[in-house]
């Protein structure tokens, strides 16, 4: 991996194209970032840089936290995630990273927790179908239905598609590509729809060639 970046989600908007081609776009402010701390293959056994981003106060952070960032006199920030790049040479404590590390046309994978909806049925969860609405089916229509199982097994087998809780889990999107980039006011305008509300924060990173 050569580039990434954190970002925090505004929303969704469209763009035109020249040839007037309507392109549905995620608003993301990627960045600044600042490098607070720098691994070496001698020291830790491989190397990374650990970035930081989304200021915020210093009594909302732990003294693990607050250590590293003091170490490389940077202000506090709520995240902290550690990218190994293949190069790290350019990159020392206190070091900013923007927007424009990335150029129109890239391709990255963006990763990030999507929305939680609590527990919910095996409808939402799982796109299971509803019982029939007609006479006699009782007020059961979004019930989970038969389990499959009789006197033998007497049991309900593993990995069931049930209700539960869904959401709030990690998602990669790939090979999402980036349409405009604005360096002064380090915004990336990324193609498709990203993981996750308003006001979250994702990663953004060069997509792998596969």
């Not at 006011?185 to 006001?199: A, H």
């Amino acid at each position: 991996m050569k580039k990434a970046i954190l970002g925090k989600k505004l929303g969704m908007t469209q763009i035109f194209t020249p040839d007037g081609l309507v392109v549905p776009v995620t608003v993301v402010e990627a960045g600044p970032c600042f490098v607070v701390q720098k691994k070496t293959i001698e020291k830790d056994g491989y190397q990374s840089i650990v970035v930081a981003f989304g200021q915020t106060k210093e009594n909302r952070l732990n003294k693990p936290q607050l250590g590293i960032l003091k170490k490389a006199n940077v202000e506090p920030h709520k995240f902290l995630r550690e990218f190994r790049f293949e190069d790290i040479s350019i990159y020392e404590p206190g070091s900013e990273i923007k927007a424009d590390i990335f150029n129109e046309g890239d391709i990255v994978d963006v990763s990030g927790v999507t929305r939680g909806r609590g527990f919910t049925g095996t409808i939402q969860r799982w796109n299971a179908h509803r019982l029939k609405m007609t006479h006699g089916v009782g007020p059961v229509h979004r019930e989970v239905g038969s389990m499959g199982a009789n006197s033998t097994p007497s049991r309900v087998f593993k990995n069931k598609k049930m209700p539960g809780h869904y959401g709030a889990e990690n998602v990669t999107i790939q090979n999402l590509e980036v349409v405009k980039v604005d360096s002064d006011r380090n915004i990336l305008l990324i193609k498709g729809c990203l993981p996750g509300p308003k006001g979250s924060m994702v990663t953004i990173k060069e997509a792998v060639k596969r």
